[in-house]
């Protein structure tokens, strides 16, 4: 069995009287790459800080790397890189100075890989880092989180701030580094999720509506499209998995989670209709589970 690299159960967390939180369970076993998604606001960042012992939440519990969240030790943070979403780096450091001092928290710090990337991502150590373009701060809060070769990686919306072309760059370092490693980010770009990542956990209003495999959260989300040789009924009309649906006289679109195979032929005989069977991608699927 995997060893489970992150673990919460029942977390909740409220600011004042607002709830963000609520009864999270979410796991994530060693050696995997789980993207974090959820509309702006549904509380991913508030989610990644109590996974990492940066907040601390009212209820439930968080282990990470097999420690309390709360009191992971420092060897447990040796193994740990993270990104925020909102980075904080040294103004007044140049870019080889701040890879310097970050390395020397750290007893294994890959000097090579730091050196190989800025070059890549065309950032010139000489730069000083309060001058750099939003996007470079990003790439360099990457660089400097891969640097000492963590084996869990955590990453608030990494890609936010960059080009297409600095994103492909990412995620190809991402899927070249990561190898063994295990990685949890949060994004809203659900095409690069697509691209790294194996599972998915999908956030709404708090709660975890979806933590698995991303091939099996796209064979469970359908989309049909309904025929029928009368016209269906507007208040009536209901299938099993149903998300929602849009009526039009005898034809019907309908969203569906929990598809089984057999569903198509159970509809078709019910209503006397043939049924067409669309897949989605992630971004429908998110819209689809999001839809009000």
């Given at each position: 069995m995997s060893e489970t690299m992150l673990d919460?159960?029942?977390?909740?967390?409220?600011?004042?009287?607002?709830?963000?939180l609520k009864e999270v369970d979410l796991s994530l076993p060693a050696g995997s790459v789980l993207g974090l998604v959820g509309k702006n606001g549904t509380g991913k960042t508030?989610?990644?800080?109590?996974?990492?012992?940066l907040q601390r939440p009212q209820r439930g519990d968080?282990?990470?790397?097999?420690?309390?969240?709360?009191?992971?030790?420092?060897?447990?943070?040796?193994?740990?890189?993270?990104?925020?979403?909102?980075?904080?780096l040294c103004p007044w450091m140049n870019i080889r100075q701040i890879a310097a001092y970050t390395g020397a928290f750290y007893p294994r710090w890959n000097k090579a890989l730091v050196e190989r990337m800025l070059q890549e991502w065309e950032l010139n150590p000489k730069d000083r880092v309060g001058l750099l373009s939003v996007g470079q701060t990003?790439?360099?809060?990457?660089?400097?989180?891969?640097?000492?070769?963590?084996?869990?990686?955590?990453?608030?919306?990494?890609?936010?701030?960059?080009?297409p072309m600095a994103r492909r760059q990412f995620l190809e370092t991402l899927l070249d580094t990561v190898g063994e490693?295990?990685?949890?980010?949060?994004?809203?770009?659900?095409?690069?999720?697509?691209?790294?990542?194996?599972?998915?956990?999908?956030?709404k209003d708090g709660k975890i509506v979806y933590c698995g495999e991303l091939d099996a959260l796209k064979d469970s989300v359908k989309r049909l499209h309904v025929q029928a040789a009368a016209t269906l009924?507007?208040?009536s009309f209901d299938v099993p998995g149903m998300l929602h649906a849009k009526l039009t006289g005898n034809e019907a679109v309908v969203s569906v989670q929990d598809f089984t195979a057999d569903l198509p032929e159970r509809i078709a005989q019910q209503w006397s209709a043939s049924v067409a069977v669309e897949d989605l991608n992630l971004e429908d699927i998110f819209l689809e589970l999001h839809h009000e």
């Amino acid at each position: 069995m995997s060893e489970t690299m992150l673990d919460l159960r029942g977390v909740s967390k409220s600011f004042g009287h607002k709830a963000v939180l609520k009864e999270v369970d979410l796991s994530l076993p060693a050696g995997s790459v789980l993207g974090l998604v959820g509309k702006n606001g549904t509380g991913k960042t508030t989610l990644l800080k109590c996974a990492l012992g940066l907040q601390r939440p009212q209820r439930g519990d968080v282990h990470i790397l097999g420690e309390p969240a709360w009191e992971l030790s420092a060897a447990g943070k040796e193994r740990l890189g993270y990104v925020p979403q909102k980075i904080d780096l040294c103004p007044w450091m140049n870019i080889r100075q701040i890879a310097a001092y970050t390395g020397a928290f750290y007893p294994r710090w890959n000097k090579a890989l730091v050196e190989r990337m800025l070059q890549e991502w065309e950032l010139n150590p000489k730069d000083r880092v309060g001058l750099l373009s939003v996007g470079q701060t990003q790439k360099l809060a990457i660089i400097l989180a891969l640097g000492h070769e963590p084996e869990l990686l955590v990453l608030d919306e990494p890609a936010a701030s960059l080009d297409p072309m600095a994103r492909r760059q990412f995620l190809e370092t991402l899927l070249d580094t990561v190898g063994e490693r295990t990685v949890l980010f949060s994004t809203h770009i659900t095409s690069d999720l697509e691209r790294v990542a194996d599972r998915v956990a999908v956030l709404k209003d708090g709660k975890i509506v979806y933590c698995g495999e991303l091939d099996a959260l796209k064979d469970s989300v359908k989309r049909l499209h309904v025929q029928a040789a009368a016209t269906l009924p507007d208040g009536s009309f209901d299938v099993p998995g149903m998300l929602h649906a849009k009526l039009t006289g005898n034809e019907a679109v309908v969203s569906v989670q929990d598809f089984t195979a057999d569903l198509p032929e159970r509809i078709a005989q019910q209503w006397s209709a043939s049924v067409a069977v669309e897949d989605l991608n992630l971004e429908d699927i998110f819209l689809e589970l999001h839809h009000e």
